[in-house]
């Protein structure tokens, strides 16, 4: 098992050295007999708390299957999916709603803005919909940090493509989950902007202690993340720990992406 990054040897265990999810002995297979698709092959591996870890492979290697079956988007065809101390292998839909609704963040590349809502409404959703009461002052910090101040009254339609993926950004983090997975965020960006996203992702694990794990094709994206996990044909391939953009497309062409 590829093991949650926990600091140099020799290190003083501490509550980031408890992963915030593990997949333990995990596979999906999609259909059966002659058409069966084995997208996962028995992946075991942990994501430390306060971490950014970024999920690569080729076209095909199970990033976007395993990121799905972690954040119980999807199920498991066998093994497990452990978030903080609950196993949701096995959850009903409810409780997985549940789970996803109070312990979980999403930033997609599409954005998912509700059209017919502002800035920061949006943002406030998930709080809603759980029935929770925002925590102003440190909505206002989220807000100040990725500079949404004088966009919290505008609709998606009136804010840039950035704009909008830092509103979404925003909607993750406000809540606190224990985890944020990131689906190639910076996908509908240009390279300015969505440097800009990668940037606010990195502050909210160093300066927040929040737990990122994000897919993505692009290996100056994977750089700003402090551990990148490869995969291919289902399988944990690699991993590469405090990446750059050279290190990681290296590691790509070896693997034949």
């Known amino acids: 098992m590829i093991s949650a ?6 290190a003083v265990p501490t509550a980031r050295a408890v992963p915030a999810i593990t997949a333990d002995g995990v596979s999906k ?3 059966s007999g002659d058409a069966a698709v084995h997208a996962l092959r028995g992946v075991s ?3 430390a708390r306060g971490a950014f870890t970024a999920i690569m492979g080729p076209s095909g290697s199970g990033k976007s299957t395993l990121m799905h079956c972690l954040a119980g988007l999807d199920t498991v065809t066998s093994g497990r ?3 903080g101390d609950a196993e949701i292998t096995g959850m009903g839909d409810r409780q997985l709603t549940m789970l996803r609704r109070d312990r979980v963040g999403f930033v997609f590349q599409s954005f998912n803005l509700v059209p017919t809502l502002t800035a ?6 998930p709080l809603e919909l759980a029935g929770r009461k925002p925590d102003r002052a440190w909505f206002d910090h989220v807000v100040d940090v990725l500079g949404l101040r004088d966009r919290l009254r505008h609709r998606p339609s009136e ?4 704009q909008q993926q830092r509103v979404a950004c925003a909607r993750a983090i406000v809540a606190r989950p224990d985890v ?3 689906d190639e965020p910076t996908g509908n960006l240009d390279s300015r902007v969505g440097g800009e996203v990668l940037a606010f992702l990195r502050t909210s694990v160093r300066e927040m202690g929040q737990t990122i794990v994000m897919v993505t094709h692009d290996p100056v994206a994977a750089s700003y ?7 291919r044909d289902g399988a944990i391939m690699s991993e590469i720990v405090e990446p750059t953009s050279d290190s990681v497309h290296d590691r790509l062409k070896s693997l034949g992406s």
């Open 5 to 10: 990054h926990t600091g140099p040897p020799g």
């Open 29 to 31: 297979v999609y259909g």
């Open 45 to 47: 591996v942990g994501f």
């Open 81 to 83: 999916i452990i978030l």
């Open 120 to 125: 920061e409404q949006n943002i406030l959703l």
């Open 159 to 162: 804010l840039s493509g950035g």
């Open 180 to 182: 944020i997975f990131a």
């Open 225 to 231: 993340a402090d551990r990148v996990i490869f995969l």
